[in-house]
T-cell receptor, first 117, second 113 residues
Framework: DTEVTQTPKHLVMGMTNKKSLKCEQH?????MYWYKQKAKKPPELMFV???????INESVPSRFSPECPNSSLLNLHLHALQPEDSALYLC????????????????FGPGTRLTVL | KQEVTQIPAALSVPEGENLVLNCSFT??????LQWFRQDPGKGLTSLLL?????REQTSGRLNASLDKSSGRSTLYIAASQPGDSATYLC????????????FGAGTRLFVKA
């Protein structure tokens, strides 16, 4: 099973709302990722968690707050977003291998389509 | 700074044709390179992953090659089918500094029946 699930599929929120995106995997992966993808653009990395610790934050505004409660779950908390934050938010996971030569395939979820009004 | 470029940006071919998609990267210090396909509005599906020490990987009608010294990878699709129509993305993970992955802008492929 190489499934990464994301909820909700679609989310519409106002600029004053607080909402959360959820991502889950049961492959025993220890690295989890959030990407943002605008229309007709490639995914852009936002955050990486490695062994439940935040290892990469690509200078993402603080209105996006990631959380990794355990090795299977990854959340993205949203607060005071702007209309330009509307995008497809993709979660991915990988085994988290850090030994050179070992494969570390990333598996992606279907994404959450976020619209900020 | 790693930059990943994919050529062509779009490609339209008749069904049954063999085709090659290109990916180039500027920093050869990579951990791996992964090819994905993405259908409109959907997530990414992993096609092939090539480790930095490998030269090629094959899966069914797909073959991906890697020439790290020249900063190039190709994805070869044999006997293309309409179901292959999608955007194909290559992604490069750097060798140091964690799991940062840089994507190319993708090649939009349309296979005509």
């Amino acid at each position: 099973d190489t499934e990464v699930t994301q909820t909700p599929k679609h989310l519409v929120m106002g600029m004053t709302n607080k909402k959360s995106l959820k991502c889950e995997q049961h492959m025993g992966h220890r690295a989890m990722y959030w990407y943002k993808q605008k229309a007709k653009k490639p995914p852009e990395l936002m955050f990486v968690y490695s062994y439940e610790k935040l290892s990469i934050n690509e200078s993402v505004p603080s209105r996006f707050s990631p959380e990794c409660p355990n090795s299977s779950l990854l959340n993205l908390h949203l607060h005071a977003l702007q209309p330009e934050d509307s995008a497809l938010y993709l979660c991915a996971s990988s085994q988290g291998n850090r030994i050179p030569g070992l494969p570390d395939t990333q598996y992606f979820g279907p994404g959450t389509r976020l619209t900020v009004l | 700074k790693q930059e990943v470029t994919q050529i062509p940006a779009a490609l339209s071919v008749p069904e049954g044709e063999n085709l090659v998609l290109n990916c180039s990267f500027t920093d050869s210090a990579i951990y791996n390179l992964q090819w994905f396909r993405q259908d409109p509005g959907k997530g990414l599906t992993s096609l092939l992953l090539i480790q930095s020490s490998q030269r090629e990987q094959t899966s069914g009608r797909l073959n991906a090659s890697l020439d790290k010294s020249s900063g190039r990878s190709t994805l070869y699709i044999a006997a293309s089918q309409p179901g292959d129509s999608a955007t194909y993305l290559c992604a490069v993970r750097r060798n140091t500094g964690g799991f940062k992955t840089i994507f190319g802008a993708g090649t939009r492929l349309f296979v005509k029946a």
